[in-house]
């Protein structure tokens, strides 16, 4: 995802991509679906390494891999196709970092 997360956003950023965002007005969809994969990329590098045996940071992984399809990837085809109707699919991404982040502040709950 980090690696993804860095190729789009050269892409976005430099050549063809970037001049047909800039055409069709999407750049800014686009530099925000990066700007929300790469930290959350980090996110779920970071529970791999150090808390992937607790069901409840297994939970937030998914939570977060979901959120990175869904709000970074919709915004990578709304931005890229023009297809509108990918932005009612966005805040579910969003919800599902929410979600994954609370996950994260209960597991640290008593500590």
Request: charged share 10%.
């Amino acid at each position: 995802m980090g690696f993804l997360a860095i190729a789009l956003g050269a892409s976005g950023a430099h050549g063809p991509v970037h001049d047909k965002l800039v055409a069709a007005g999407e750049l800014a969809h686009w530099e925000t679906a990066v700007q929300y994969q790469l930290p959350h990329a980090v996110v779920l590098l970071l529970l791999t390494l150090l808390a992937s045996s607790k069901p409840i940071m297994v939970w937030a992984w998914r939570l977060f891999f979901v959120g990175i399809l869904l709000f970074s990837g919709s915004l990578y085809v709304l931005a890229y196709t023009g297809t509108k109707w990918l932005g009612a699919v966005t805040p579910l991404g969003g919800l599902s970092f929410m979600a994954a982040w609370v996950l994260i502040a209960m597991s640290a709950k008593g500590k």
